[in-house]
């Protein structure tokens, strides 16, 4: 075809920017797919695409002309502007910034004006007397003659230097034109402007716009007006022609079919577009508008029909409004009234729209010549209409029987489509690069034409690749040069190649048609195209154009322009076009007309002579009366009688036949988790646009089609997915009526449905509402057309009212989730949905591997088409050439006819004639088709071959139901006179209709399924299981019904096949996706019947089943060499001439299957495949035949050419022999047996299985499925990116492509790259209900809470959606519950036994006096120190099994015993939680700006650290009252502390600290509700490195910052950090508010240390039965908010005499002895409430790790202080698995491999060659105490009775030692040791209070062990000194360690030594 380019960007460069490309849109943020194109060849910021082709608003030629031939006769159509954007300028004058254009104001201020861009002046309507100054590009001006202009605008405001404006429409806006009309440049930009010699801008010539001139000057003959003809309501709405091109508005039907492009050139040719509304397909839709236009049924004359058009405004123009005047019949297709004859005066018909030729009438460009006149009796002669393609140039008026003839501009749109690409190159400088000639795009049609097949119909997409292929690789050099090198001043010359001049090109032309034996015939014509037209019609008039299917017409003498059109001539190609052009109403319509007025009745009377014996009804008739009295033949004997013998006692089964259980799938599990995942991330997203943790239910609504089948289907998955009970929406025993309130059938009931669903979201704010939007590619009309055809059909643009309605948007507890098999329609430019928020079916494989393991395997349009490929088993698509062949004859004896219903009373002729022969008239065989045949033979035997009467399903699909009721009334008809009713069942399905089954067959489903209920009728597809029928199925489109196993034929011969969108055709095949069983079956080699997949095989009757063959015995017939169809398509009289001919696409199965004997075949159900042995392959065709059993002398003569039967490949015995499938009963075996068993050794076991249920082989193999030809050609031939041909076609009927500069889809895109592609190069039509998304140019357009589920047809995306709500509510009741520490407290039996009690059960507060006399319980209760040492207070002889076995460290965490908890309203919150209530609380409230915050440094000097001590607080400006600062400067000065004197419950006195690392996401800092919404100070104490990513999760938090130096610290320096700022700030207060007359001990001396982890409080209710002092009570325990709890403790007596104040741990083994006292005097931990004044002296450890809590316990009782428990109250505790004193990990410091290092190694020998660990020495010390101290303390261990003596200082020997504390400082309280033997004694950093004298006072074991620990080596041995160790202890060199650290790491030294 003259480029030897196949398909492919041959540059590496191009798939390298693909994947880029797809890459970063799926990283990037801003949501929108990079144009690929753009990057290859555009420059990075303007994607000039939209440039491409006529895209302007302004096509000088005939706008001008259009505009004069509006003017003199109707008003101005009203034009609406978009309303300017919110706070612009709109003063006349100026521009929406703001600044003045106004020539007068500007003239001498400088302008800067772009390279290539000219000042012009614009006329702005409001201002006559000034002229607006715009700088426009010059090439969208034009030159001086007034041509030249290139379509569209390029323009930049001189006001506010804004540039790019693509779009006239769009300046004009934006320079405040205001403009009534339809902004044009021609109309508006008037002159030039110029400098004066005084250098003053000034008004110049005016700009010549071509056309001017011709102004007004359109033939009056018949102005239009209103009146003239009466309009008439119509459904099919059409659209305002186009004189432009509309690039990539082509969609991908056959050429000439373009479904809704741009009309034509003539502003009253109308294209038909799809769905019920015609648009004009432009690029931008931005500028297209809904057209309603009625169609006029009136008959009127038409001589010349030259009518001028009042209709609407062409192109994409917004402001048309359908109801101005002109709109009535501005598209009406001229001419077209004479459709409708007198033949029905009732009847209002709606004429062919897309067939209107007479339109071209009104071409505007001045015609030359006559007009031609369409001869009369053309369609009678040539048998179809032909349609003629306007190309280049002028075309000529045409006029006299222009019914005849079809004119369509598609071809005209695509060459100017193709001219516009090289556009995209200009910027490059690159002027050489020019666009494909028209000569040269003439040519390249003239080549695609002659290689096209005489089957074949052309595409305008393959002409579409062939230009552009064409054109880069003539450019391919300069576009190389253009990307790699900068642009150049002096681009290089043009290639070489001599370009095509017009006077070659008809003798080029000439030359290409030569060779295709006259198909392509070429006209040249020396003035204009009127004389080629003539001649053409005269050509066709005199039959000399009986073998040209296509005429090329090329007038090439016009001043070196060339005009030309094509017409396609041949009957096929041009009825296939022509009926392409309706849209599915039309067709309809067409159909429905034919069949009314009685057209068809010619069909009917024609096959009545086809029969032998006269009419095929007499035949019936003789048949059934002759039969009459033996209706128990051997036919209907055994069913009736097996149905019989079901009824008595001995019923034999069917093993077959089983009910499957309802399971979800691995699959389906995985599709759920990802939904559930992509709603998460829409929630943890910061957007705030779904608060999952404000829902404590989930309820959903599935909205489906009004399809009957497909809601009882879709209410039985809900009913028995148990979704409903899950959800806690209804109860055990639910009726149907409930389960149907979840179920939305989009039919004209659904609103009200639909508002109370809203009604009930909005009431209950606290439950999820999703909306799942099922078969979401229906209906996706724009509710706008709806307001304009309400009338006709209320169903229209449903969806769009009800899912996208201003509520659904904004609720924010609806998420949208539509489901979809098909989603390219959802995926368009001005999509809602964002590309994160698509979730696609997954793969079943990936690299090979298995990814969820499933028992099925899942049969798709892949594994269909890979079927058909050579070496498979036999191809499950295909077609039937002899129906083919008879259609084509019908269609050119009937050309009148719609191809629909010639194709349907063709197709039922064939079965009836079938039905016939298997009844055993067997002189019909010759009346059907070899398919149809075996389709029928297998229903109808079936049943007999299973012992319950199981049979198979034939889905017939009829889409047009006038017809498929027709096919059903003649069916039934010929069934009943067959006497066949008992045998199968008819069904005609309807979409709005149920199911109607027959009793007798009822009564049989009911048997087979167990079924009770009297009144049971089966209501779904699925519940025909194993039931012999026809379902007849209509419907334009499938609704997502689902068909049972027992589908074996899926018939759908009867498509549409012209309306080729990918949608549609992915859709109708989809009927057929199918799961098969995995596992092998046991009879592997007999286990299904040949005789299903015979494609050639004619058989008899009797012996039908007995058809024996070889692996390869159908090659010869698979060769493609024989898979051309005889030339017998005029031969209307023998349909079946063709019968040799092959329906398999050429799969050679014999000679070719061995080339893939390993790999697993799809067509083989994943069985192994067995390789051909040699001496098969080689048999001899005669070898071959003699192998089939004989079939009687008629089946023997049909058979003499040759094709042999062909085998069920997939059945494959494993002796690689013959193989036998006889499946028949037993009666019909004997007249095989004898060849049979000669043949096959196994013969004698095959008898066995004789009778076989259908259903085994149901599970095993997907149905066969049959198509029309062009359809089998389109999905089974791939294109150059090796993918089916459809799946490049136009996506759906409702998008267009948005430029045709686009890739084509490859075939390793994944589901997401496929999604990306469609996002970004198509466009929704002004129909489609996403048309106006985006309007505003937002990239944020996508809905937050709109998710897309896709995935193959029939997969199970039911069953994943009811799974996703069942895990979305366990998810949610999850996210209310949280798992809390749930341990008892331990040691209980260790506690002291005193005879103090605290005697008042119900004091709410302890009282003073009497608690000072409780004893102080040393022991530990709380249980996470399960693993620390005892503390002995006195004596114990403690029983080592008294103390728990130790557990390994790291199963501390592991082994916590928890419980789940459902949050309470007063719960601590983490990052997660959002709702309305605490918005501003958390700083997030949209309305709010995000919280700014200020640092303040504050400083303080401690004198143990002996330095000054600099912290950091974060305050946020709201926070800001809580402190004090100075005036003036702003310096923190202190934080505000209330008085105790306080009594207000608005507040809690006690400021919060909680210090936290590692948590920022899950620490519970959201007190909002904890405090019951009261006003309290919270700080979070953070890490300095931790402050920024803890601000931006808690802006609104006060944050305090510890120093740097304590990055690496543990949570004492935190503790003790917050108590020493609390001192000195409490002293500041006391000083500040001494001034205020305050006393100091009046300011409040209590803080709250916190964990990061307390989530809910409780309270015990204590119940004595009246009695105050009993010690008899009753308890029960609530929640109660942290402020009730504070509130309480505030409150008590005397509270400022309490150091310490906690509460219990919560558990729920909690006895009634721990609250039976309300107070304890023990340990607090967790949640403690610190006195800092009464502690002043006593500090946190700032070096510790674990265990300071229990340290500063102790310290504090020490001390004297008191330490109060509030055993009424309790703290829960979260499991939090991240952060904490887990964030430290010990690591090698040497090694990057993280490996963990066991306790034993963190200490070692000074100056040892041993790792360096990197962690800090106090916690390794710790650790190791921890887990290893019986190093040190061997008498210790399990020795209770003689503890360790630690000295000032708490630390955790591991739980086998015990511990007694005492402290060194004067004046503390100790315990009295004089009793105790101590086995060790552990110093820590001794200070000077422990003295040689101290120690003296304990006594020790002889051979205890002492620990001394110290900062370095040097103080080891001046404390060793210091204290006269050496006295009573004995030391060793050996005995000195450190633990494993580097020397700046700053080691802690050990010295160990034995007392003597």
């Known amino acids: 075809m003259g480029n030897s380019y196949a398909g492919q960007l041959k540059t590496t460069r191009f798939e390298e920017v693909l994947h880029n490309s797809i890459e970063a849109s799926l990283r990037s943020n801003s949501l929108v797919p990079r144009p690929i194109f753009s990057q290859l060849y555009l420059e990075a910021e303007r994607h000039l695409s939209a440039l491409e082709g006529g895209s302007r608003v302004d096509h000088e030629e005939e706008e001008e002309e259009g505009e004069g031939g509006l003017e003199p006769n109707c008003p101005p159509n009203p034009y609406q502007m978009l309303p300017p954007p919110e706070g612009c300028c709109t003063t006349d004058g100026f521009c929406q910034a703001g600044k003045d254009l106004r020539l007068a104001s500007i003239s001498n201020e400088p302008i800067d004006v772009p390279a290539g861009f000219l000042l012009v002046g614009a006329k702005s309507p409001n201002l006559p007397d000034h002229l607006l100054v715009c700088a426009v590009d010059k090439r969208f001006l034009p030159d001086d003659s007034g041509h030249n202009a290139l379509l569209g605008f390029s323009g930049n405001c001189v006001g506010c230097g804004k540039k790019g404006f693509c779009y006239f429409t769009e300046f004009s806006n934006h320079i405040n034109l205001k403009l009534t009309t339809q902004p044009k440049k021609q109309k508006h930009l008037k002159y030039y402007l110029v400098r004066s010699a005084q250098g003053a801008l000034t008004k110049g010539p005016l700009i010549c716009w071509k056309g001017s001139e011709f102004r007004g000057r359109q033939t009056p003959a018949g102005s239009c007006s209103g009146s003239l003809f009466p309009p008439l309501d119509s459904s099919g709405p059409l659209a305002a022609s186009s004189s432009e091109p509309t690039p990539g508005a082509n969609p991908s039907v056959p050429m000439g079919a373009q479904q809704a492009g741009p009309a034509s050139d003539h502003p009253s040719l109308t294209a038909a577009a799809t769905g019920p509304t015609v648009f004009n397909g432009k690029d931008s839709p931005k500028h297209q508008q809904l057209v309603k236009s009625k169609l006029s049924a009136t008959p009127r004359p038409s001589a010349l029909g030259i009518l001028t058009n009042s209709g609407p405004p062409k192109k994409r123009h917004k402001g048309w409004s359908p109801e101005s005047p002109s709109a009535t019949d501005g598209s009406y297709p001229q001419g077209g009234g004479n459709r409708a004859k007198y033949e029905s005066a009732s009847m209002s018909y709606m004429p062919q729209v897309g067939l209107v030729g007479p339109a071209s009438v009104t071409f505007p460009v001045v015609a030359s010549g006559e007009p031609v006149s369409v001869p009369d009796n053309l369609l009678k002669i040539c048998k179809a209409k032909p349609v003629i393609f306007k190309g280049h140039g002028n075309f000529p008026y045409l006029c006299g029987n222009l019914n005849d003839v079809v004119v369509s501009p598609l071809l005209y749109t695509c060459y100017q489509n193709s001219q516009s690409i090289s556009r995209a190159y200009e910027q490059y400088g690159a002027s050489t690069i020019q666009p494909i000639s028209e000569e040269t795009q003439l040519l390249l049609t003239v080549y695609y034409l002659v290689q096209l097949a005489a089957d074949q119909v052309p595409m305008m997409e393959d002409l579409e690749q062939i230009f552009l292929r064409s054109w880069r690789e003539s450019h391919l050099t300069e576009i190389r040069q253009y990307q790699q090198a900068p642009p150049q001043p002096f681009p290089p010359a043009p290639s070489a190649v001599a370009p095509v001049t017009s006077a070659q090109l008809p003798w080029l032309a000439g030359l290409a048609a030569s060779s295709c034996n006259d198909s392509v015939h070429i006209i040249e014509c020396t003035y204009s195209l009127a004389e080629g037209l003539s001649e053409m019609f005269r050509l066709l008039i005199e039959g000399k154009l009986a073998k040209t299917n296509y005429v090329v017409i090329i007038c090439a003498c016009r001043n070196a322009a060339i005009d030309s059109c094509i017409a396609v001539t041949g009957k096929y190609q041009a009825r296939i076009l022509s009926e392409s052009l309706l849209t599915p109403a039309e067709y309809q319509k067409e159909v429905s007309y034919e069949l009314v007025t009685g057209k068809v009745d010619s069909l009917g009377a024609f096959f009545s002579t086809l029969c032998p014996e006269g009419d095929i009804d007499i035949l019936l008739d003789k048949f059934h009366q002759e039969n009459q009295g033996h209706i128990s033949s051997s036919l209907t004997a055994s069913s009736v009688t097996k149905s019989a013998s079901l009824d008595v006692g001995g019923a034999p089964t069917c093993t077959s036949y089983t009910l499957e259980p309802h399971h979800i799938r691995p699959f389906q599990l995985a599709v759920a988790q990802k939904l559930l995942s992509h709603v998460c991330s829409i929630a943890d997203s910061s957007t705030q646009n779904l608060d999952l943790g404000s829902f404590e239910k989930v309820d959903f609504l599935i909205c489906i089609p009004p399809s009957e089948v497909t809601y009882q289907q879709t209410l039985f998955h809900v009913w028995h997915s148990g979704v409903l009970l899950e959800l806690g929406l209804e109860k055990e025993h639910m009726t149907k009526q409930r389960v149907e309130q979840y179920v939305l059938k989009l039919d004209a009931e659904a609103q009200t449905k639909f508002k109370s669903f809203l009604q009930n979201s909005f009431q209950n704010p606290h439950t999820l509402f999703v909306l799942i939007h099922d078969h979401a590619h229906w209906d996706l009309v724009s509710s706008t057309v709806h307001n304009l055809y309400s009338q006709s059909d209320p169903s229209v643009g449903l969806v769009d009212r009800l899912l996208n309605c201003r509520e659904v948007k904004e609720a924010p507890n609806i998420v949208t989730l539509h489901v979809t098999s098909f989603p390219y329609a959802l995926q368009t430019q001005h999509t809602l949905i964002s590309p994160y928020n698509e979730i696609h079916w997954p793969a079943s494989y990936s690299n090979g591997a298995d990814l969820y393991p499933e028992n099925k395997k899942y049969f798709g349009l892949s594994e269909f088409i890979e079927s058909t490929l050579s070496g498979h088993s036999l191809p499950l698509l295909r077609y039937d050439s002899s129906f083919e062949a008879m259609v084509t004859a019908l269609g050119k004896r009937f050309p009148r006819l719609h191809s629909a219903v010639i194709r349907t009373f063709v197709l039922v002729q064939h079965y009836a004639a079938a039905m016939m022969a298997v009844s055993g008239l067997s002189q019909m065989k010759n009346y059907t088709s070899v398919e149809t045949l075996e389709i029928t033979q297998n229903l109808i035997n079936s049943p007999k071959q299973c012992p319950c009467g199981h049979g198979l399903m034939v889905l017939l699909r009829v889409p047009c139901s006038p017809l498929a009721a027709v096919a059903y009334e003649r069916l039934a008809h010929v069934r009943a006179r067959l006497a066949l009713e008992q045998h199968f069942e008819i069904i005609l399905s309807n979409p709005s209709s149920g199911i109607t089954v027959g009793k007798h067959f009822v009564k049989q489903l009911k048997m087979w399924q167990k079924i009770e209920d009297a009144e049971w009728r089966p209501q779904t597809y699925l519940e025909l299981e194993g039931l012999p029928c026809i379902l007849i199925f209509s419907g334009m489109d499938p609704h997502g019904e689902s068909l049972p196993r027992s589908l074996r034929y899926c018939d759908l011969r009867l498509i549409n096949s012209s309306c080729l969108v990918r949608t549609a055709l992915e859709q109708e095949l989809g009927l057929a996706a199918y799961f098969v069983s995995n596992q092998i079956p046991l009879e592997k080699g007999v286990c299904g019947e040949a005789l299903e997949s015979d494609t050639e095989k004619l058989s008899s009757t009797d012996s039908e089943d007995e058809e024996l063959a070889t692996e390869g015995s159908t090659s010869e017939k698979r060769s493609p060499v024989k898979r051309e169809r005889p030339c017998s398509h005029d031969s209307t009289s023998s349909p079946l001439s063709s019968k040799a001919s092959s329906k398999s696409a050429g799969s050679v199965l014999g000679g070719e299957s061995s080339a893939q004997p390993g790999g697993p075949s799809q067509g083989e159900q994943a069985r ?29 003569n049909r058979h003499s050419p040759g094709p042999a039967p062909q085998p069920d490949s997939g059945l494959r015995t494993s002796q690689k022999s013959v193989q036998v499938s006889v499946t028949s009963s037993s009666s019909q075996l004997s007249s095989s047996g004898s060849s049979s068993s000669s043949t096959v050794p196994t013969a004698g076991t095959l008898v066995l299985q004789a009778s076989h249920c259908s259903m085994t082989k149901a599970c095993q193999q997907p149905p066969v499925v049959f198509l029309p030809k062009l359809v089998y050609d389109m999905v089974t031939s791939t294109d150059s990116s090796g993918l089916p041909k459809a799946a490049s076609l ?15 889809l490859s075939k390793t895109m994944t589901s997401t790259e496929q999604s990306l592609y469609y996002r970004q190069w198509t466009v929704p039509r002004p129909s489609h209900m996403d048309y106006g998304n985006r309007a505003e140019g937002r990239v944020d357009s996508f809905h937050p809470r709109r998710l897309l589920l896709s995935g193959p047809p029939q997969i199970g995306k039911t069953g994943a959606y009811l799974q996703f709500l069942s895990i979305l509510s366990r998810m949610l009741i999850r996210l209310t519950e949280v798992d809390v520490y749930d341990e008892e407290e331990i040691n209980i039996n260790l506690r002291e036994e005193s005879e103090w009690h605290y005697l008042q059960l119900s004091d709410p507060w302890p009282d003073l006096e009497l608690f000072k006399t409780l004893p102080f319980d040393y022991i530990i209760h709380d249980p996470k120190y399960e693993d620390a040492s005892l ?11 008294d103390r728990g076995t130790s557990r390994k460290p790291e199963d501390l965490y592991m082994r ?30 949209p309305r709010y700006q995000l919280y700014e915050s200020t640092l303040h440094a504050f400083a303080f000097s401690y004198s143990m650290l002996g330095e000054e001590i600099q912290l950091h607080f974060v305050i946020p400006k709201s926070k800001e009252h809580h402190f004090v600062f100075s005036q003036p400067g702003g310096r923190l000065e202190s934080m505000r502390l209330p008085l105790v004197t306080d009594k207000s419950h608005e507040y809690i006195k006690s400021p919060t600290f909680t210090p936290t690392t590692g948590r920022h996401e899950h620490g519970l800092f959201n007190l909002y509700h904890a405090m019951d919404g009261a006003s309290h100070l919270h700080v979070l104490v953070v890490k300095e490195y931790e402050m920024a ?5 808690w802006p609104n ?14 949570v004492g320096a935190a503790h003790f950090l917050i108590k020493e700022l609390s001192y000195h700030n409490l002293e500041l207060e006391r000083s500040r508010q001494e001034e205020l007359g305050i006393k100091p001990q009046d300011i409040w001396p209590f803080i709250v240390i916190s964990d990061d982890s307390c989530v809910m409080w409780n309270v015990v209710d204590i119940d004595c039965g009246g009695e105050r002092s009993s010690r008899e009570f009753s308890w029960s325990e609530r929640n109660v908010s942290l402020k009730y709890i504070m509130q309480h403790i505030e409150a008590s007596p005397n509270i400022t005499h309490y150091a310490l104040i906690g509460m219990r741990k919560w558990s729920s083994k909690t006895g009634t002895g721990e609250v039976r006292e309300p107070f304890s005097r023990c340990h607090v931990h967790d949640f403690v409430v610190l006195n800092v004044d009464l502690t002043q002296n006593v500090q946190y450890n700032q070096n510790r790790f674990l265990c300071d809590d229990v340290d500063f316990n102790l310290r504090v009782q020490s001390a004297g202080l008191l330490l109060c428990r509030f055993n009424r109250f309790s703290v829960m505790k979260k499991q939090i698995a991240v952060g904490g004193h887990r964030s430290f990990h010990v690591t090698s410091k040497v090694s990057d491999n993280p490996m963990t290092v066991v306790p034993a190694q963190y200490i070692c020998a000074p100056d040892s060659k041993h790792t360096f660990l990197a962690a800090p020495a106090q916690l390794l010390l710790e650790k190791f105490l921890q887990h290893h101290s019986h190093h040190f303390f061997p008498l210790s261990l399990k020795n209770h009775g003689h503890p360790v003596l630690l000295v000032d200082c708490y630390l955790n020997l591991g739980s086998q030692i015990s511990v007694c504390y005492v402290s060194s400082r004067p004046h503390s309280l100790n315990i009295s040791c004089s009793d105790f033997m101590f086995s060790g004694l552990l110093l820590y950093l001794c200070d000077s209070f422990v003295g040689a004298s101290f120690l003296k006072k304990f006594h020790f074991l002889k051979g205890a062990t002492l620990c001394v620990i110290c900062q370095d080596r040097n103080s080891l041995r001046q404390t060793v000194v210091r204290l006269e160790l050496e006295d009573e202890w004995q030391f060793r060199l050996r005995d000195e360690f450190q633990t494993a650290n580097a020397k700046e790491d700053r080691p802690l030294f050990f010295l160990t030594g034995r007392h003597i």
């Open 1168 to 1196: 192994t495949p067995q390789p051909c042995s040699p001496s098969e392959e080689g048999r001899a065709p005669g070898d071959k035949q003699r192998l089939r059993v004989s079939q009687g002398p008629a089946v023997v």
């Open 1431 to 1441: 503390i002995c207070s006195h004596h114990q002889a403690i029983k080592s099994e």
């Open 1290 to 1304: 136009l996506p759906s009927h409702s998008v267009m492509w948005a430029s045709s500069f686009r890739p084509l």
């Open 1456 to 1485: 916590r015993q928890t419980a789940r908890m459902r949050l309470s309203k007063y719960a601590a919150y983490n990052t997660y939680h959002h709702c309305e209530q605490c918005h501003q609380y958390m700083g997030f409230h």
């Open 1597 to 1610: 938090h006060i944050m305090l910052v510890l120093p740097s130096i304590f990055n690496s610290a543990g």
């Open 1589 to 1593: 990513i803890y601000k931006k999760y």
